[in-house]
């Protein structure tokens, strides 16, 4: 089965100068872009006192020389080759209309072809920046990474791990600090420190000298590529690749690669927002290794082998409240294409929040088993409320894969199941799957495509990467199609209401860690937009959700003190008034909790 990732770096871009073997440029690039694509610019620096056209011949060699590098998709010409008496400018230009994610320059070749010092280009380039002396081997087996911190050292450790996804090579870390350490040195490294916790394919080492760069060319022994940050500077002062980096440039073993990053540096080196942006190496390796599409696991029959394989059953749970407009549709395609044509599924059942038109006729009608949620484990309670019928779900589905689905879907297709089903299948250290779509906006009879998910962007992502940074790479956190493992859901509570999809996310990270997390596009989702007042009503719930995570973190209680009373306000006959709803945002217990549950699902 094809695995489908979202490349770090999708597009690396390295100049192809006359007069420059740029061979181990070239191989830096394939190795960080992987499956993205690395841009080849041809360039010519053509003698000040001669007109352009002198230089005719050489840009026919350097067309000839990118059309022998393309290798028909990973590799792209970006058509004409550029002739000028400052190709530099001509460099800069081609970054701000192609805007690739990193530019890689060979030392010392292009600086010469170029006509430019190091300094200048580590100055202007506007994209981040990887200065590459060789030999780069092939295929590279371990690379070591000096990490001090701030955003070169992060930038380093994205491309090692970036690397390392494209070549299964080794990454050793090593963060050295000064024998008399003077205060606040520590503090641009404490959020790679923190990352360093996460990556488990990171061997890291730390060495206490005054003599870095002997300690790093001592590590680099053994060792096929060094990369490391240059010399952190404000934005202010000139940029050099310092002392120690231009020494290990000079005399490492092994190839070096030193990278800068484009973005603006705080004034103080030493200020803790030098580590707060370190958590972005680790959601950008979520991303990439995480991230799955739909179109992967088409082969249902390769599925059911893999379900067998493993001995699992498989339930999908349509939550529902007066959807008899879509309801029946949602069934007949999920069943015929997931039960009847290839019994993948074991099990549909729809939990109704007591809906008041047919929606339960039509389901039962269609053969598939009908809960009401307030009828089921009545000893409990009845809550309003989604995540109650998500929480009660648990006890009436037998699956040891659950997968839920909102019945509101208008254009339903089986991929939102089986694309939620395929990385639990193929991926048994996964415990969570996330559905994520483009949502078009329907406003009267007209589609406006990109619309909707306005809670998830003006509330649930702002109090993500508050709170949960670790979580900011989730493209729908409120996305209503997703799924896991019964051992997983029934540890964790539910809340009842609107901040179940928030609460489960964020209970998922806390209780198994983000690689047990993945998400899915699943392409395209088309369904009734709720008014703007359902929308604030959502996000009050959701922010005390979040509020309720964040007490056990703090061991505090915050929620007692916090209103739960909303005023909304209404607009009528050329008046307004208020209107007073409690909006409390309940909890439930991990389900595992419950007697009645561990009676019906034994360990």
């Given at each position: 089965?094809?695995?489908?990732?979202?490349?770090?770096?999708?597009?690396?871009?390295?100049?192809?100068?006359?007069?420059?073997?740029?061979?181990?440029?070239?191989?830096?690039?394939?190795?960080?872009?992987?499956?993205?694509?690395?841009?080849?610019?041809?360039?010519?620096?053509?003698?000040?006192?001669?007109?352009?056209?002198?230089?005719?011949?050489?840009?026919?060699?350097?067309?000839?020389?990118?059309?022998?590098?393309?290798?028909?998709?990973?590799?792209?010409?970006?058509?004409?080759?550029?002739?000028?008496?400052q190709p530099v400018d001509e460099l800069f230009k081609a970054?701000?209309?192609?805007?690739?994610?990193?530019?890689?320059?060979?030392?010392?070749?292009?600086?010469?072809?170029?006509?430019?010092?190091?300094?200048?280009?580590?100055?202007?380039?506007?994209?981040?920046?990887?200065?590459?002396?060789?030999?780069?081997?092939?295929?590279?087996?371990?690379?070591?990474?000096?990490?001090?911190?701030?955003?070169?050292?992060?930038?380093?450790?994205?491309?090692?791990?970036?690397?390392?996804?494209?070549?299964?090579?080794?990454?050793?870390?090593?963060?050295?600090?000064?024998?008399?350490?003077?205060?606040?040195?520590?503090?641009?490294?404490?959020?790679?420190?923190?990352?360093?916790?996460?990556l488990t394919e990171v061997n890291a080492l730390e060495a206490?000298?005054?003599?870095?760069?002997?300690?790093?060319?001592?590590?680099?022994?053994?060792?096929?590529?060094?990369?490391?940050?240059?010399?952190?500077?404000?934005?202010?002062?000139?940029?050099?690749?310092?002392?120690?980096?231009?020494?290990?440039?000079?005399?490492?073993?092994?190839?070096?690669?030193?990278?800068?990053?484009?973005?603006?540096?705080?004034?103080?080196?030493?200020?803790?927002?030098?580590?707060?942006?370190?958590?972005?190496?680790?959601?950008?390796?979520?991303?990439?290794?995480?991230?799955?599409?739909?179109?992967?696991?088409?082969?249902?029959?390769?599925?059911?082998?893999?379900?067998?394989?493993?001995?699992?059953?498989?339930?999908?749970?349509?939550?529902?409240?007066?959807?008899?407009?879509?309801?029946?549709?949602?069934?007949?395609?999920?069943?015929?294409?997931?039960?009847?044509?290839?019994?993948?599924?074991?099990?549909?059942?729809?939990?109704?929040?007591?809906?008041?038109?047919?929606?339960?006729?039509?389901?039962?009608?269609?053969?598939?088993?009908?809960?009401?949620?307030?009828?089921?484990?009545?000893?409990?309670?009845?809550?309003?409320?989604?995540?109650?019928?998500?929480?009660?779900?648990?006890?009436?589905?037998?699956?040891?894969?659950?997968?839920?689905?909102?019945?509101?879907?208008?254009?339903?297709?089986?991929?939102?199941?089986?694309?939620?089903?395929?990385?639990?299948?193929?991926?048994?250290?996964?415990?969570?799957?996330?559905?994520?779509?483009?949502?078009?906006?329907?406003?009267?009879?007209?589609?406006?495509?990109?619309?909707?998910?306005?809670?998830?962007?003006?509330?649930?992502?702002?109090?993500?990467?508050?709170?949960?940074?670790?979580?900011?790479?989730?493209?729908?956190?409120?996305?209503?199609?997703?799924?896991?493992?019964?051992?997983?859901?029934?540890?964790?509570?539910?809340?009842?209401?609107?901040?179940?999809?928030?609460?489960?996310?964020?209970?998922?990270?806390?209780?198994?860690?983000?690689?047990?997390?993945?998400?899915?596009?699943?392409?395209?989702?088309?369904?009734?937009?709720?008014?703007?007042?359902?929308?604030?009503?959502?996000?009050?719930?959701?922010?005390?959700?979040?509020?309720?995570?964040?007490?056990?973190?703090?061991?505090?209680?915050?929620?007692?003190?916090?209103?739960?009373?909303?005023?909304?306000?209404?607009?009528?006959?050329?008046?307004?008034?208020?209107?007073?709803?409690?909006?409390?945002?309940?909890?439930?217990?991990?389900?595992s909790q419950l007697p009645e549950y561990q009676e019906k699902?034994?360990?």
């Amino acid at each position: 089965m094809r695995r489908y990732t979202a490349s770090a770096f999708p597009e690396v871009m390295v100049p192809v100068l006359y007069g420059c073997d740029c061979a181990g440029a070239l191989a830096a690039a394939h190795t960080i872009a992987g499956m993205g694509e690395v841009l080849l610019l041809g360039l010519v620096r053509a003698a000040p006192d001669e007109p352009l056209s002198a230089s005719t011949s050489q840009a026919q060699l350097v067309r000839q020389i990118m059309r022998q590098q393309e290798d028909g998709g990973r590799t792209r010409s970006l058509g004409r080759v550029r002739v000028s008496t400052q190709p530099v400018d001509e460099l800069f230009k081609a970054i701000g209309e192609e805007d690739p994610q990193l530019l890689i320059l060979e030392y010392p070749c292009h600086f010469e072809a170029l006509g430019v010092s190091m300094a200048e280009i580590m100055q202007r380039s506007p994209c981040d920046l990887a200065i590459v002396r060789g030999p780069v081997v092939s295929p590279l087996k371990n690379i070591l990474v000096p990490l001090r911190g701030g955003p070169y050292a992060e930038l380093a450790l994205r491309i090692a791990l970036s690397i390392t996804r494209n070549t299964n090579a080794r990454i050793t870390s090593l963060h050295i600090t000064p024998t008399q350490a003077v205060k606040g040195h520590e503090a641009p490294f404490r959020g790679l420190a923190y990352v360093l916790t996460h990556l488990t394919e990171v061997n890291a080492l730390e060495a206490q000298t005054d003599q870095p760069a002997s300690a790093i060319l001592e590590a680099a022994h053994g060792k096929d590529l060094v990369v490391l940050g240059a010399t952190v500077q404000p934005q202010s002062a000139a940029v050099t690749i310092g002392p120690v980096t231009e020494r290990i440039l000079r005399e490492s073993p092994a190839g070096v690669m030193v990278v800068k990053t484009r973005r603006a540096l705080p004034a103080d080196l030493l200020s803790e927002r030098m580590g707060q942006t370190a958590i972005s190496v680790l959601v950008d390796k979520w991303f990439a290794e995480n991230t799955y599409h739909a179109d992967e696991f088409t082969d249902l029959h390769q599925l059911l082998a893999l379900k067998r394989q493993q001995g699992v059953s498989i339930s999908v749970a349509l939550p529902a409240l007066n959807e008899e407009g879509t309801v029946g549709n949602v069934i007949h395609t999920v069943k015929s294409a997931l039960m009847d044509a290839v019994p993948l599924l074991d099990e549909i059942v729809l939990m109704d929040s007591d809906s008041t038109d047919r929606t339960r006729q039509i389901a039962a009608e269609l053969g598939v088993p009908v809960h009401i949620h307030q009828q089921t484990l009545p000893q409990y309670g009845a809550r309003r409320g989604k995540g109650e019928a998500l929480w009660k779900s648990l006890y009436t589905t037998r699956g040891d894969i659950l997968v839920w689905v909102d019945t509101d879907i208008a254009n339903i297709h089986p991929r939102f199941v089986y694309g939620l089903l395929g990385p639990l299948l193929v991926n048994p250290r996964l415990q969570f799957v996330k559905g994520f779509y483009r949502r078009p906006l329907r406003v009267g009879d007209r589609i406006q495509a990109g619309g909707g998910g306005r809670v998830t962007e003006l509330t649930a992502r702002p109090l993500i990467n508050l709170f949960y940074p670790e979580l900011s790479g989730v493209i729908q956190p409120l996305s209503g199609e997703y799924g896991g493992r019964r051992r997983a859901l029934e540890c964790l509570p539910f809340s009842s209401g609107y901040g179940v999809e928030i609460g489960l996310l964020i209970d998922v990270l806390e209780n198994f860690g983000l690689d047990a997390l993945a998400q899915v596009d699943l392409l395209e989702r088309v369904h009734h937009n709720q008014p703007l007042e359902s929308l604030s009503k959502m996000s009050f719930a959701i922010i005390q959700t979040v509020i309720r995570k964040m007490e056990k973190r703090l061991g505090r209680d915050v929620l007692e003190e916090v209103n739960k009373t909303m005023k909304l306000i209404h607009y009528e006959a050329g008046r307004f008034s208020l209107e007073i709803e409690e909006i409390a945002e309940l909890e439930r217990p991990p389900m595992s909790q419950l007697p009645e549950y561990q009676e019906k699902h034994p360990k």
